[in-house]
């Protein structure tokens, strides 16, 4: 399989890269890179140095939307990673997102379009991060979780495998709801048990608690722990379970 790397693209110092890689013109390559086999680096995309992208991985694609899609269309800026990220094999990364220094993103997860990703932050495999969402530094996303758009998630905060999250109370029958589709909103620290389901447009208070397999319908207050189904709150957060650096 032959290499395809376009005279157009910039490459830095100590790039490395495996077999049947595609970079296109424009793309803009840092010191010491290393891309797996059969990368695709599209054209415009930006890697910081010291980043690592794993086999089969697809950077800075654009998205093809259907007619009837609630993201909005139009053109994109470029992907770009920041220096010492690290991006798992069978990935996407769609253009228009910005991850910062340091991310992690495992095999087969998905980032689409106009998402701001903080430094440090860890997105697990097979993680979906629809379009325009935000995700502080140092937050991490476990495996399977599914974190829909326009969700806003800040620093320090821990989302457990397979949590769900929602923003449409309408499920797409009625116009009506473009106007009030909204994700929810973590505030800093706040942490979500495994399997917990978040309901469109709820906020979790600053060092809240959401127990596994909750089904969080209202506000979570902060410092607060919730659970049930649908979650209710159980007790206030004790000092020695917050985060250390608060």
Known sequence: MCDVIDPGARIGKGF?????????????IGEDVTLGNHVTVHAGTRLGDGTSIA????????????????????????????AGCSVGSHTVLMAGSV??????????????ERCEIGDDVVVGRAVTVENDTSIGSRTKIQSGAYVTAYVTIEEDCFIAPMVVTTNDNFMGRTEARLELMKGPVLRRGARVGGGAHLLPGVEIGEEAFVATGAVVTRDVPARTVVMGVPAKPVRGRADEVRRENQ
């Open 99 to 112: 991850l910062g220094p340091g991310c992690i993103v495992g095999d087969c997860a998905g980032i689409r």
């Open 55 to 82: 086999d089969f991985a697809v950077l800075g694609r654009r998205p093809r939307l259907s007619r009837r899609s609630t993201a909005a269309g139009g053109e994109l800026p470029p992907l770009e990673l920041g």
């Open 16 to 28: 490395a890269h495996g077999a049947g890689v595609v970079v296109e013109a424009g793309a803009d």
